[in-house]
């Protein structure tokens, strides 16, 4: 395969660093990592998987499930593709029932839901915007409608916009960001709580980013922060409650996420700065999820687990 990158910003371009490829394509990036993701991007967001090459690895084939989940009802938002995927199939692969809920990735979500029942699972998908409180109700309620119970919430769902500047991000997209991100953990975790009970947990989706702070996702890594925070208080908050709050600090991953953000020359190079030098894929992220959804995690809250290769030790 060719590919053709631009140097020291010719062209307006930036090389992220990349300084070629080897006749075995290595990418030379101070050192050598595996070239796996050809240059590509998305016009709009939410990405959709379906589109891109290669496709992302979301199941592992050898992981077998032993019950951790038996008969949980976990709502997943962002399930129909990306980490939200994975988190879904791990999840019924250990028992749970899942409710997807998706904004407008019809073919992503449909795909998802195939493959669960597949596995002989079972799938709710919800349509929706997250950005609308009421929405937040209809999920709460839908739910309890189809399984009379919520024992899990994973808030996964989120959008990042890549913006050279601070003065490139408009008034709109910080609102955008925040409103995609933070307000719809809190909307959704609001409707939810009143139906959880002892035991149950929330799982938010922070990012590595919050914790080196990439220049160019300003206000994405804003909303991420302010993801810690949240849950950090409401795991004390509700400790009495024996309900557990936690977060995972996702590196770079194989997700629609990615050519939906950035430049098309960002993606062979995803990963790369990374001790492992690579990208991850969904499936080796999914079972942290699986942990802390399940009462292997017991005396677990309030934490941020970071799983990135590497790129920040926390």
Partial sequence: ?????????????????????????????????????????????P????????????????????GKLKDKVAI???????????????????GAKVVIVYYNETQDALDTKRYIEALGGECLLIRGDLKDPGFSEKIANDTMKAFHKIDILVNNAGVQFQQKSLLDISNEQFDYTMKTNIYSMFYLTKSVLKY????????????????????????????????VGFTRALATNLADKNIRVNAVAPGYFWTPLQPACWEALKIPTLGADAPMKRAGEVYELAPIF??????????V???VMHVNGGLYKG
Avoid: W
């Avoid at 990405?47 to 032993?66: A, C, R, T, V, W």
């Avoid at 962002?78 to 019924?92: E, K, L, P, Q």
């Avoid at 699986?290 to 005396?299: E, I, K, N, Q, T």
């Fill in 301 to 303: 809250t309030g934490q």
């Fill in 76 to 94: 997943i938002t962002g399930g129909d593709s990306g980490i939200g995927r994975g988190v879904a199939v791990h999840f019924v692969k250990e």
């Fill in 290 to 299: 699986v942990y802390l959804a399940s009462s292997d995690s017991s005396y």
């Fill in 1 to 45: 395969m060719d590919y053709k990158f631009y140097y020291n910003k010719v062209n307006g371009h930036d090389d992220y660093g990349f300084k070629g490829v080897t006749k075995d394509l290595y990418g030379l990036k101070c050192s050598k990592f595996k070239l796996k993701y050809p240059p590509q991007e998305q016009e709009g967001q």
């Fill in 47 to 66: 990405g959709l998987e379906y589109l891109m090459k290669p496709l992302p690895i979301f199941d592992n084939q050898h992981y077998k499930g032993s």
């Fill in 196 to 227: 959880m009970k002892s035991g149950a947990s929330i799982i938010n989706v922070s990012s590595v980013t919050t914790f080196y702070g990439e220049p160019e996702l300003i206000d994405y890594v804003t909303s991420k922060g302010a993801i």
